[in-house]
């Protein structure tokens, strides 16, 4: 099992910056890719971005991409999300995931966290 818990969301003006963290726990000793989904009111969760175990290969939605990184601190068992010129309809619950395959946590992770709420005023 792995356990995910993440910190970091908060309010924040639109065009303005969030950094998420997600500190992973439990089965010490494997590799697993880790990701970023998000859940606005009334609608699915959709994916954001998913980094690889050594931290060397990224991915992102085409929303985000060019504002949003991911980035990873295996020493510490961490995953951040840097997200800066923040719109208002990103307004969403913020879920870390993750998976042994780094193609499967962009789609069907294994594992969550809780969700950190982001909101951004217009």
């Known amino acids: 099992q792995v356990q995910l818990v993440e910190s970091g969301g908060g309010l924040v003006q639109a065009g303005g910056s969030l950094r998420l963290s997600c500190a992973a726990s439990g089965r010490t000793g494997s590799t697993y890719a880790m990701g970023w989904f998000r859940q606005a009111p009334g609608k699915e969760r959709e994916f954001v971005a998913a980094v690889s175990w050594t931290g060397g290969r990224t991915y992102y939605a085409d929303s985000v991409k060019g504002r949003f990184t991911i980035s990873r601190d295996n020493a510490k068992n961490t995953v951040y999300l840097q997200m800066n010129s923040l719109k208002p309809e990103e307004t969403a619950v913020y879920y870390c995931?993750?998976?042994?395959?780094?193609?499967?946590?962009?789609?069907?992770?294994?594992?969550w966290g809780q969700g950190t709420q982001v909101t951004v005023s217009s």
């Open positions: 995931a993750a998976d042994d395959s780094y193609t499967r946590v962009r789609v069907t992770p294994d594992y």
